[in-house]
T-cell receptor, first 113, second 116 residues
Framework: DAGITQSPRYKITETGRQVTLMCHQT?????MFWYRQDLGHGLRLIYY???????DKGEVPDGYVVSRSKTENFPLTLESATRSQTSVYFC????????????FGSGTRLTVV | AQSVTQLGSHVSVSEGALVLLRCNYS??????LFWYVQYPNQGLQLLLK??????LVKGINGFEAEFKKSETSFHLTKPSAHMSDAAEYFC?????FGAGSYQLTFGKGTKLSVIP
């Protein structure tokens, strides 16, 4: 199906473990983004990518790693999860031209215990 | 740097009443402005956007917003609230980066409750 897909939808992990959140889009959009959503903070940008093999930090990048070897995939890795990384994570994509709208995935709710 | 302030983290209205969600922004360049809606356990959906041209923008589900440069505002309105409008609403402002593209900065959101 066309669209932007995040997996898993829900994840519980232990402190110190590595966890990877997946994001896949079918439009070949140039830009992809990772946000975290926390009560009282709205959405904050973690990392973004302008194209394959081009990534850059957002507002809150510490503790996260991203890669983008293929245009359609943009995984987010927490190398050593901490409780402060308990959050809802959203992936988004944007073509880079025209419509100006971001399209969001359905989110991954991550709990670090 | 761009920023967005949404006045009121929680707004309650009666069904059939006017919905008014407030958004003020700061931007060092002519902004693009957006409203997104988030229903429970879902991602964000674009409601409407202002880029250039007409300052009164109409979106989906009967919502509209007016860009007022002098007031640096982009308030969201709907004449008559429906129960299905209960959701969280986010205002966002763009900041440009690279070749005409842009990055969004979001406000903290306003949760709208509709009372029967």
């Amino acid at each position: 199906d066309a669209g932007i897909t995040q997996s898993p939808r829900y994840k519980i992990t232990e402190t110190g473990r590595q966890v990877t959140l997946m994001c896949h889009q079918t439009w070949s959009h140039s830009y992809m983004f990772w946000y975290r959503q926390d009560l009282g903070h709205g959405l904050r940008l973690i990392y973004y990518s302008a194209a394959a093999d081009i990534t850059d930090k957002g507002e809150v990048p510490d503790g996260y790693v991203v890669s983008r070897s293929k245009t359609e995939n943009f995984p987010l890795t927490l190398e050593s999860a901490t409780r402060s990384q308990t959050s809802v994570y959203f992936c988004a994509s944007y073509s880079g031209t025209g419509n100006y709208g971001y399209t969001f995935g359905s989110g991954t709710r991550l709990t670090v215990v | 740097a761009q920023s967005v302030t949404q006045l009121g983290s929680h707004v309650s209205v009666s069904e059939g009443a006017l919905v008014l969600l407030r958004c003020n922004y700061s931007s060092s360049v002519p902004p693009y402005l957006f409203w997104y809606v988030q229903y429970p356990n879902q991602g964000l959906q674009l409601l409407l956007k202002y880029t250039t041209g007409a300052t009164l923008v109409k979106g989906i589900n009967g919502f509209e917003a007016e860009f007022k440069k002098s007031e640096t505002s982009f308030h969201l309105t709907k004449p008559s609230a429906h129960m299905s409008d209960a959701a969280e609403y986010f205002c966002a402002v763009s900041s440009p980066f690279g070749a005409g593209s842009y990055q969004l900065t979001f406000g903290k959101g306003t949760k709208l409750s509709v009372i029967p």
